[in-house]
Structure formats: C-alpha cells, structure tokens
C-alpha cells in the first residue's frame, strides 16, 4: 500500500468533499482500496495466529464505507476522510451493535493512525454484563490490569465519559468500583504514521493488537 499517496488522497478529499471531484478522482480511490484491503487481509491473517476466533473474519466486511450517512448529521460532507477496518469474529463493522470486541484501526487526512481493541459505547445490556463480569471475575479482571504488555503499549482504558456514581445495581463497594463506572471498555492509541512501507505498518498494527489481546480474551467472557 501506497501509505504517501492515501494521506494526499484524503487530504485532497478533506478540501474537495462533493460527488464531482469524488467521481473525477474515483480511480485513485478504487486502487488505494484495494491496497487497504490487501493490508486488512494480511492483518488479519497475522491476528490469527494469536486469535484464532478472527482467523476467518471477511476482509471485504471488516472494511468501512466511505460514503457518510448523513441522514442525521448537520454535516452533509458527502465523504469520510478516513481509511478504516474493523476486524470482528463475525465481520460485523460496529461494535456498538453488541457483537462483542473488537479490533480497529484508521488512517485520517492528517496521516495519523489510530488503533485500538476493546468495546467502544456498547448497548445497555452490553455494558452492564461487562460490569458485571468485572465485579464477577474480579480476580482474573486484576490479572488483567497487572498485565505489563497492553498497559505498557496503550496506558490503562480509556476513562471517556466515566460515571461519577456507581451505576444502578453497583454498590460503592464493588470489587473494582472505578472500572465498573466505565462505560467504554477499550484500549487506543494515536501516532503520526511513519515514513514507512505497508509491510512495516502491518507489523506495527499487529504486534500493538497482539499486546491488546489479553483485553479482548478477556471481554469474550463477559454474557
């Protein structure tokens, strides 16, 4: 893949967002896909090798659409200025659908990546068994924290739009209170991409998945 060409694409597009220069420039966008697409395909093949539940995820599914849907946005920009997958078991695209953890990346018009592994705004029902499965389990949720590879690589969850209180049905006295207030269960991290071929950003992606998988394992668990 193409790493220079795909950030001038997006950076193109972030000032040219309308259907004209998108049909225009339409060739470009069909060969850089298929190089992402490559790269998803390999990056996939790679996680399998530690996490043999998205061995089969379908690349093609795994792939987000660059077309906005716009139905409820003030923002009627026709088009994403992002390259993005998201590899599940299933090849569902939106972890907030409840389809368990997930792992994503993205490359924006800017030419920074962001990666990440985890739960990001599960459903109710979703989260509250993933509450619940960290008071449950409290035991291998400590093993978790003390896991010096993914809290090393990303620092610890990301406390976005932690609760002040305990959420209904926790007491104050819960096993690990500060985690259950959560209301994502994820790990990210954002970088500028470096000068380098797709092979080395491949490598990079997988051994920062890699070091999140013990987070993923864990969150299967929860039901």
Known sequence: MHIRDLTQFLAELSVNNNRAWFVMNKPRYDILREEFLLLVTQLISDLGKFDSEVA????????FRINRDMRFSH???????????SILP????????????????????????????????????????IRQHVVTDHTGFTK???NKKWA???????EEGKLTRPPKGFTPDAPHIEYVKLKNFIVWKEEKL????????????????????????WLRQAK
Do not use: W
Request: hydrophobic share 35%.
């Open 194 to 217: 470096k000068p380098h071929n797709a092979g080395d950003l491949r490598a990079d992606l997988a051994d920062g998945f890699k070091a999140a998988y013990p987070l993923v394992a």
């Open 90 to 129: 299933n090849g569902r695209k939106k972890p907030s659908d409840g389809g368990g953890p997930a792992y994503y990346f993205q490359i924006d018009a800017k030419g920074m990546l962001l990666y990440a592994a985890g739960e990001y705004m599960p459903p109710s029902n979703r989260l509250r068994a």
């Open 152 to 158: 090393a690589a990303f620092g610890g969850l990301q």
């Open 144 to 146: 978790l924290l003390k």
């Open 56 to 63: 089969e995820c379908n690349p093609k599914k795994a792939l």
């Open 75 to 85: 923002d009627k920009s026709p088009y994403k200025t992002t390259f993005s997958a």
